[in-house]
């Protein structure tokens, strides 16, 4: 077909995939397969097949299930018998376990001896837990949760750093049928406890310290504040990566996972709550996101085994910590037969080049890590392809935030020209990407690949109208089996409908604006709210505000977070001062350590700034997105409606900031 004489060219793609390994793609044979057993399109390509995953949403996700040989202990009476958002049953009667898939291949003699889990710490030597073992450990340790009375439903927590432990403690969680959450030890006192304490965990596991950038961070106070403040925990297990003894009424980790117990898995329903993930909106305390074992598994299956291409011979690394859920997403790797590696530490010890050093170590194939390092790399001179072998990296991966333009071009420069480039977009609420890696299609430089199979995304204007080469809301016009099935402690759902279905009732807005190409690639902008997003972890600041404005000397304050052009992530914090307050260094000290102490490292802001006060709304209501976008250069009569602003000469003091800046 040839194109309109007027139609804009094509833009040449930085890489695009040969004949073999476009042959060679796990997507493609699922292509041929659905074809024929399922009526997907034999030709087109991945468009076809798109356009058919969400035409033919019920059939695809059945397909789905089929190809990856889901085993369902009793049977499902139909894949969606109610597609409205919120709300959404998937597989109503079907009963299954995530753990069960998650270590099948543990079960063929031939793979028990391999590699599950290759754990690496800032000595960056691999320590690796086979198959065999990693299954063993589940079922002594899921046996042992059984005899300290851990039921179906009931909540397990850890606070632990991305170590196998961690990944053992989810499995055996799974596997009993309760609930998982985890926090990272950088978190704080406060920060967990905002999060835990809305699901009270009936056992928490804990470390007594973690290692980061060369140095033991003692956190043993933490876990005995956490233990006082948590009165529903029947058990609490200590993991002595320090070296510590067990506190008293504590037990050791070892004595729970040294049997050799076949493990049980409880099978229950599809959609029986798996974890609880958590992200911080602007106001009140993180929302508590429940996401379903079948769901769960389900999208997994399609995201790691379809778009991120992994099998039994592939080894999956992306820098994560266990607060966030690409944490979760990299141990579903398990699901595909895939080999894990779990690192420990600093993203940048000894030096900035340090994860290029682990992906050589651990013969990594796909290589995820935020687009923040990708960029730190590049200013910081790093040559990964001159000082690491990395033949075996196929794809490198980026999330968090947009991966500019420049770090296309550094990655295709400095890693190698025949790379995969695949920057990917989704969320927490999801625990999956909305667009992104797709092994089939070209990359082009500043673009995500495709929306991914079963998505129909698309970029909406204020009116509801779908755009393409316009910016836009970002929405999701079907259900997708990963989105929550509930937010805890929300009885009536008007905090799930108010979170995600109030702009567009029955659609799926997520609060980022992008751009869908002509050749239906995405282009995603940041954040079209005031959430806080940094490396990929969203933060609210309402967090921010309650540990500021404990401060004497603090009056009100301000946190606003800025995605830059250059790839960099600017949040300001604005404080307003209290009668007699100065803020010089002392006092930004004090700021700064407040935050980092009773939340984490990530909350410090880059910048503290005197204002003159802190704009509100007429209903009191501190003004965020108004000012994010003055910030952003926004004229300010394009920023904010004047006639519901406490006091319009405050917001010329941002303005002036945003010029000053620019």
Not at 367 to 396: N, Q
Not at 462 to 490: A, C, T
């Amino acid at each position: 077909m040839t194109s309109p004489a007027n139609a804009a060219p094509q833009p040449e793609p930085l890489w695009q995939p040969g004949p073999d390994r476009i042959a060679g793609a796990r997507i493609t044979a699922f292509q041929t397969w659905a074809a024929e057993r399922y009526g997907a399109p034999a030709e087109g390509g991945y468009e076809a097949l798109h356009r058919w995953s969400v035409a033919e949403l019920d059939t695809f996700w059945e397909a789905v299930a089929d190809w990856f040989d889901v085993r369902f202990s009793t049977p499902y009476e139909t894949v969606l018998a109610d597609r409205s958002m919120p709300g959404a049953q998937w597989f109503p009667g079907a009963s299954l376990n995530y753990a069960e898939h998650a270590l099948r291949t543990a079960e063929d003699p031939a793979r028990a001896d391999d590699a599950a889990l290759l754990y690496v710490d800032e000595s960056h030597e691999p320590v690796a837990v086979s198959w065999a073992r990693l299954r063993r450990e589940v079922g002594s340790l899921a046996a042992e949760l059984r005899a300290l009375g851990v039921r179906p439903g009931d909540r397990v927590s850890g606070y632990l750093p991305n170590i196998p432990q961690a990944v053992t403690a989810l499995l055996a969680t799974a596997a009993v049928g309760a609930v998982w959450t985890s926090c990272a030890p950088d978190f704080g006192a406060r920060s967990v406890l905002d999060r835990f304490q809305q699901v009270e965990p009936v056992v928490l596991f804990t470390v007594d310290g973690y290692r980061y950038g060369g140095k033991e961070h003692d956190r043993t106070d933490v876990v005995a504040e956490l233990r006082r403040e948590l009165p529903t925990l029947r058990a609490v297990v200590h993991i002595p990566l320090l070296g510590t003894a067990a506190p008293q009424g504590t037990l050791e980790w070892s004595s729970l996972t040294e049997s050799d117990n076949e493990p049980v898995f409880e099978q229950v329903p599809f959609d029986h709550p798996l974890w609880v993930l958590y992200s911080s909106g602007t106001t009140g305390l993180p929302k508590a996101i429940v996401q379903s074992q079948g769901g769960i598994l389900l999208e997994h299956f399609k995201q790691l085994g379809l778009h991120c291409d992994l099998g039994p011979e592939d080894r999956f690394f992306w820098y994560t910590s266990t607060g966030w859920m690409m944490w979760n997403f990299l141990v579903s790797g398990l699901l595909t037969g895939t080999t894990v590696v779990l690192y420990d530490g600093s993203p940048g010890y000894p030096e900035t080049g340090a994860q290029w050093g682990i992906a050589e170590r651990t013969g990594a194939t796909l290589f995820g890590t935020s687009a923040a390092y990708v960029m730190a790399c590049r200013k910081a001179g790093v040559h990964p392809a001159r000082d690491y072998d990395l033949a075996r990296v196929k794809c490198v991966a980026t999330t968090g935030s947009p991966l500019p333009p420049d770090g296309f071009r550094w990655l295709h420069d400095e890693v190698r020209d025949d790379l995969w480039i695949a920057s990917v977009s989704g969320g927490t609420d999801v625990c999956s990407c909305f667009a992104g890696a797709v092994p089939t299609l070209p990359v082009h430089i500043g673009e995500l690949q495709a929306a991914c199979l079963g998505t129909d995304l698309q970029a909406w204007d204020p009116q509801g109208k779908p755009v393409v080469g316009e910016v836009g809301e970002l929405v999701v016009v079907n259900p997708m089996p990963s989105m929550p099935i509930r937010f805890w402690n929300d009885p009536d759902g008007s905090r799930y409908r108010d979170s995600y279905f109030e702009m567009f009732p029955g659609v799926w807005r997520h609060g980022d604006w992008i751009t869908i190409t002509d050749h239906g690639s995405v282009i995603i902008h940041g954040r079209s709210d005031s959430t806080l997003n940094r490396q990929g972890v969203r933060m609210g600041s309402a967090d921010i505000y309650e540990v500021v404005e404990r401060l004497p000397e603090i009056r009100e304050s301000l946190v606003i977070g800025l995605e830059e052009p250059e790839g960099g992530y600017w949040m300001p914090l604005f404080v307003h001062l209290a009668e007699g307050a100065v803020l010089d260094d002392a006092l930004r000290t004090k700021i700064k350590q407040a935050i980092r102490e009773e939340l984490s490292p990530r909350h410090v802001p880059d910048e503290i700034i005197e204002a003159p006060g802190v704009p509100h709304t007429l209903t009191g209501k501190r003004i965020e997105v108004p000012v994010k976008r003055l910030l952003q250069g926004t004229p300010l009569e394009k920023a904010v409606n004047p006639g519901s602003v406490d006091n319009l000469d405050l917001l010329r003091f941002y303005e002036a900031v945003a010029r000053k800046r620019g």
